[in-house]
């Protein structure tokens, strides 16, 4: 990419952002930590806007992170916290392994490294349910380190303005090296907010070039889906314990998807069957 192309793409994102950028976002604001002269966010904020943000929109994260954050306001806190309190302030995400991931992520950080997150990616995709993305997401937003990673709103800037004419699929590994020399690397954390905004801009107008992408995977709907009764049997459960009969009787979905999503629970330890009931684990 020829510097000026580079320039002028930089321009567009920024400018974007300027005027149009989602600044009232209220994990974009969270509390500032004083490290060695430097302004840090609280990476334990990060972490829980990191996790509440996969596969979910930003309008139903907005409220049920700050309600999480009320009434789980530390590291601590949600470490020591049943996992049936953590899964009944979730109710409403989805996706309710994220919230064993986060309460096992803190778990970790309390018992592993006295209650201080890692601030090496290394260190961070130690850590319980921390992957390549998530590392270098907390890294970057916490400690405002340059990480080169992707996302779907990431990936639909580069797609469409260097991609728009491709007529065979894009690999991510084409777009790590743009997304790398494209950098703002005095200011890493407020250029990736520019281009996740921009990008989701982009797909408010109708672009969806992401799909060109090797990488994209179309979600299929709730309805019907797995999803649907594990996410019903969790909200169930978070009430108090329940056998199987009363589990389908409250929902009525048919067996062979109860019992599939009763197993897939089990087998990620976030139910258990004691005394002939399913509860919340732990």
Known sequence: MMKREEKAFIKTVYDYYKENGRHDLVWRHPTLKLRHGNKDFDPYRIAVSEVMLQQTQVTRVKE???EFLI???????LADAPLIEVLKVWTGLGYN??????????????????????????????????????????ATFAYNQPHTFN??????????????ESLEL???????????????????????WALMDYGSYLKSQGI???????????????????????????????????????LRK??????????SAIEQLVAEKLIEKKAGRYQILG
């Open 64 to 66: 049920k992170y700050k």
């Open 71 to 77: 009434v789980f306001p530390s590291l601590k806190s």
């Open 97 to 138: 392994r994220r919230a064993k991931f986060l309460k096992s992520m803190a778990e970790s950080i309390i018992r592993d490294h006295k209650g201080e997150f890692p601030k090496t990616v290394e260190g961070l995709e130690k850590l319980p349910g921390v992957g390549h993305y998530t590392a270098r997401a907390i």
């Open 151 to 164: 996302e779907t709103n990431i990936r639909t800037v580069y797609m469409h303005h260097f991609f728009l």
């Open 170 to 192: 894009v690999d991510d590994k084409v777009l790590l090296p743009l997304i790398e020399a494209t950098l703002d690397w005095e200011h890493p954390r407020e250029w990736y």
């Open 208 to 246: 969806k070039i992401h799909r060109n992408s090797k990488q994209y995977i179309k979600q299929k709907p709730l309805k019907g889906s797995i999803r649907e009764v594990r996410g019903s049997i969790v909200k169930i459960l978070a009430q108090g314990p329940q056998t199987i009969l009363s």
């Open 250 to 259: 409250s929902t009525g979905f048919d067996t062979a998807r109860y019992n």
